[in-house]
């Protein structure tokens, strides 16, 4: 019998929280995605929802309610543009992401309608019907695991399985000269779990490994090599591999480099998954002591296995392994390994065994039979037939909400109407939206919220004026001018010592002024910022320069918004380190920075022309305060003679991508309209200063609706975009689980 410690007057809450893994060089979240991810927090697992790769809930079932504010025609342009204005926007939530533009009803393709059924309702949240008990137990699962739920060892193979299924082990014949991962503390239900897998070319030897890729748990890669055969190769087999000779032509690395990287990455208590892992333990020639197989975990009779692409499809709803791909990827085979034993541990053996997956196999059609089990469920569950179109891949998931007596919530103007997502309130103006949006969403388990700009603040004039000021901004705060220089400088030494501090887009000598001067445009703002202060008044070329930033009305709030933007909640713990050597691969890289306390990612940015990558880099750090420490590191380090130089950053990596995108005009770098030096009269227009109040008050009536929410409410927020004949404009999503500490700081 359990006995509470504590007096029953005293209750520890359980919190909610966020995890997702947007900090790359592709932070892109599609419609569908949103949709997986607003289907999962509204119905948990218990409504045979599924936990998005993307992004994971953790306590989900802790969470009071779910909140989504759709900005409706708002896009990056107006955040990033009125950045300043949006100040609870910016500080409260913790996770941002971008959204394709969309041209069709956004809340309809958020909530459901229009998502095919493999979305919906994949095959992994549909129940197949068992008619006996006996029928059950007689399933190969079953009858090793039983029908509850187990936790992550249960699953390990034992000694016994490991050599029926010829994974290399001490001591087995043939693997005399193996490594061994060295992981040999005790496994625990909280161990730390990787998935694993490698593509592998003929040679002659017989068969190679070329390419190896590890994820974590998270789905997050934290390893893709490539790797150089010790014997010729006779056959690429690039029909499976991927791998071509131009691929692997300048590609140094050896099996024994990634044999000691891999030991170094995995923690001593690590369990590996995979699907036929025993194959790719034996190309890398390891052993590691816990394994988890997918092709033996989703058993079948008579010893048969499932691929893993059918197990994909029918259990994740995901497409791997597409024909129109040229070969396998192994990061993406790593994860979907991840992803079958996370739904195998999180849904039960028994759930498993529901899904039918040999009926599935020789099903003609996968989405009819799909269809078909919905509803037999549904029928199983004593819910009305008329009901059981809410499945129906038009519908979205907010009836099922509904039908299983959860109250939602949508608040809109009459737009919202048209898209028969149910029962609509519609209202007039935003402030109304707002007044009855704070009275009405306590009620609700699950609320959309839609404020909308006036047509005049969307017109198509406007948003192409915003655009060219935004691009305006954009060039002066990534330009610097440097001087003055001796008429005899050498423009080649100058480049070399300005490119120090990141990546440049042009360099332009100066000669209208009495001694030559010179104008750089970085690619990045972190690059121009450091030049400014690294080098104003240092001695470059033998004269003492100064560095500044081009004199314009926009630029007037430029030290600002550099604050604001260092301050910005994404760029807490991350910092941008400049200096980085051409010849540095990227297990170099690991290397230099595994000192560096806390190092939780590493963003590298490449060339997307040349392929290669720049010469800087992000580092994300678990702690802000670890960030500071790694930040002076790394600066003592350069005044002791190395190239690295390092500054907070200043652009999230969703953001990195979009300024090196409208930093660009139709491939072309924005032409400065600044050499001319003279105070520039871009003042805003009426219109411009119209919308700049009208966003400063959504942002405002958002601040007032998060504030009366109650503590652990997922609230997220989307600006859809715009994709036009006037031009097209990424979204943004902003999301987080509001708490009373950070409410309080908003």
């Not at 989405?367 to 519908?395: P, R, T």
Request: glycine share 6%.
């Amino acid at each position: 019998m359990y006995l509470d410690p504590y007096p029953p007057f005293i209750f520890f809450e359980k919190k909610s929280r966020l995890s997702a893994g947007l900090f790359g060089e592709d932070c892109e979240i599609s419609h569908e995605q949103v949709y997986e991810f607003l289907k999962y927090a509204a119905l948990g697992k218990r409504h045979n929802a599924s936990q998005p790769s993307w992004c994971r809930i953790y306590h989900r079932r802790h969470l009071a309610k779910v909140v989504v504010i759709v900005l409706q025609e708002v896009s990056q342009l107006y955040f990033y543009r009125f950045y300043l204005q949006f100040k609870h926007l910016r500080r409260a939530f913790q996770h941002r992401f971008s959204l394709p533009p969309t041209s069709t009803n956004f809340i309809a393709s958020v909530c459901g309608e229009g998502i095919s059924m493999k979305h919906q309702n994949s095959i992994q949240g549909t129940s197949g019907h068992i008619s006996k008990n006996s029928d059950l137990q007689k399933d190969p699962i079953i009858e090793k695991y039983g029908e509850e739920k187990r936790g992550l060892t249960s699953y390990i193979l034992t000694l016994e399985e490991m050599r029926k299924y010829n994974y290399p082990l001490e001591g087995s014949p043939g693997c005399e000269n193996y490594v061994h991962t060295q992981c040999e503390r005790p496994r625990t239900d909280s161990s730390p779990l990787f998935g694993l897998d490698c593509e592998m070319c003929l040679t002659e030897k017989g068969n190679e490994v070329t390419r190896v890729s590890l994820v974590d748990a998270e789905g997050r890669c934290i390893m893709d090599e490539l790797i150089k055969p010790e014997t010729q190769i006779l056959n690429y087999l690039t029909r499976y591999s991927g791998i071509t000779r131009k691929i692997l032509l300048p590609v140094k690395t050896k099996l024994p480099e990634i044999q000691d990287k891999l030991k170094k990455l995995l923690p001593r208590d690590a369990v590996l998954v995979g699907h036929s892992l025993n194959a790719d333990l034996h190309a890398l020639q390891m052993i590691h002591p816990s394994v988890i197989d997918t092709s033996v975990l989703f058993a079948r009779h008579k010893g048969q296995r499932f691929k893993l692409k059918f197990l994909a499809k029918a259990v994740l709803g995901k497409e791997i392994q597409c024909e129109n791909k040229v070969g396998h990827d192994p990061t993406e085979d790593a994860e979907a390994a991840v992803e079958l034993l996370q739904y195998f541990i999180d849904q039960g053996p028994r759930k498993v065994v529901e899904l039918n997956l040999e009926t599935v196999l020789s099903a003609p059609n996968l989405m009819e039979l799909s269809q078909q089990k919905s509803a037999l469920q549904l029928q199983q569950n004593g819910i009305q037939k008329q009901s059981i179109d809410i499945y129906h891949d038009s519908v979205s998931f907010l009836d099922h909400l509904n039908a299983t007596g959860q109250k939602t919530l949508l608040l809109s103007r009459k737009e919202l109407a048209s898209s028969g997502l149910g029962q609509n309130s519609l209202s007039t103006s935003n402030k109304q939206i707002l007044k009855r949006a704070i009275q009405e969403v306590p009620l609700s388990s699950f609320s959309v919220i839609q404020f909308a700009l006036s047509s005049e603040h969307v017109a198509p004039n406007l948003i192409a004026e915003v655009c060219e000021k935004m691009r305006i901004q954009l060039a002066d705060m990534l330009t610097v001018y440097a001087g003055p220089f001796d008429k005899d400088f050498c423009l080649k030494s100058l480049r070399r010592e300005f490119k120090k501090c990141g990546p440049i887009q042009s360099l332009t000598v100066l000669t209208e002024t009495h001694q030559p001067h010179i104008c750089i445009q970085y690619e990045i703002l972190e690059a121009a910022q450091l030049a400014m202060e690294s080098l104003n008044g240092t001695d470059v070329a033998g004269s003492c320069i100064k560095v500044q930033r081009p004199v314009t009305v926009m630029m007037l709030d430029c030290d600002m918004l550099i604050k604001e933007l260092e301050m910005d909640i994404e760029n807490e713990g991350v910092i941008y380190v400049a200096g980085l050597k051409k010849t540095l691969t990227e297990t170099d890289l690991q290397e230099k920075f595994s000192h560096l306390k806390d190092l939780q990612a590493l963003f590298w940015p490449r060339d997307l022309k040349r392929g290669k990558h720049r010469n800087y880099c992000f580092l994300k750090f678990q702690t802000s305060e670890s960030a500071l420490q790694a930040l002076q590191d790394i600066n003592r380090q350069g005044a002791e003679g190395s190239q690295l130089q390092s500054r907070k950053a200043l652009t999230p990596s969703h953001l990195h991508r979009w300024i090196c995108h409208m930093a660009r005009n139709n491939g072309k770098p924005v032409q400065l309209a600044h050499h001319i030096l003279h105070v520039k009269k871009e003042q805003l227009s009426t219109s411009e200063q119209d919308l700049r109040k009208k966003l400063k008050k959504l942002d405002h009536s958002i601040k007032k609706l998060y504030r009366s929410l109650e503590n652990n409410t997922l609230c997220v927020v989307l600006l859809p975009g715009v994709n036009s004949v006037h031009g097209s404009f990424s979204g943004l999503g902003l999301m987080g689980i509001k708490e009373e500490s950070k409410s309080s700081a908003c």
